[in-house]
């Protein structure tokens, strides 16, 4: 590998701890070489486990999940299509649950911002703050043992008040999307992700192209147990047929 080349991809891994997703455009640039190059420069540092290629651009490789915060600053374009795809999907609901990750953040701001007089449960201060523009809301934040990274609330006593209600929908994020199901870095915030599931009457399963194929620890759901998935676009391969498989309604 050329000097020039190993600084360079040197200097992109730096760019990550910074700012956790890159487009190939805005490299070129940064590095006056051609789209071309960088292209082979984000090939040869997946392969070597350094990062994660995206959809014109790359992500910092992720083994667990960063905390919610650092998850904000990520697809803000491709979640407020999802937000927008959601909100209408779940427009006829009275009672929803929502829970936490930066995604239904988005969702719950989009939902503030179109639906009133509905009940909203949530673990996630992330989902409550946002809603809480909207005076005819009313939000219902779960108990339970606080999860600090996440900003929400988890444990047996979130669980335990779960199962004292019903919703029209539930709204869950996702780490990762494979075929046998949605799945979450995060086994605390699964084990209530599979409460607000059996809870609801339909689920709608939230998450952004880059985690499709992905898998994490926690399977909180299996396709079968899931009406629909909102991304910003629509997936291919296996988890396409995984999909069709079980009846799950795909939507961009």
Known sequence: MSRAKTARQAEILAELNNTPSLRIADLARLHGVSSETIRRDLDELTQSGHLNRTYGGAVRAITSEPSVTERHRLFIAEREQIARTTAE???DARILMIGSGSTTVHVARRIASVMKDIT???????VATVLSINPTI???VIPGDYHATEGAMVGA?????????SADYAVLGASGLCSDGP???LIDCGVVYSAM???SSSTVVVADHSKFGSTFPARYASWQQVEHLV???LPGGKLASALQQHKVTAHR
């Open 120 to 126: 909203v449960v949530t673990h996630s201060f992330g």
């Open 157 to 165: 006593h979130a669980v335990s008040f779960l199962n004292t209600l």
């Open 89 to 91: 999907l779940v427009s």
């Open 183 to 185: 799945t979450d870095a």
């Open 138 to 140: 009313r939000v219902i």
């Open 231 to 233: 991304s910003d676009q």
């Open 197 to 199: 599931l059996q809870r």
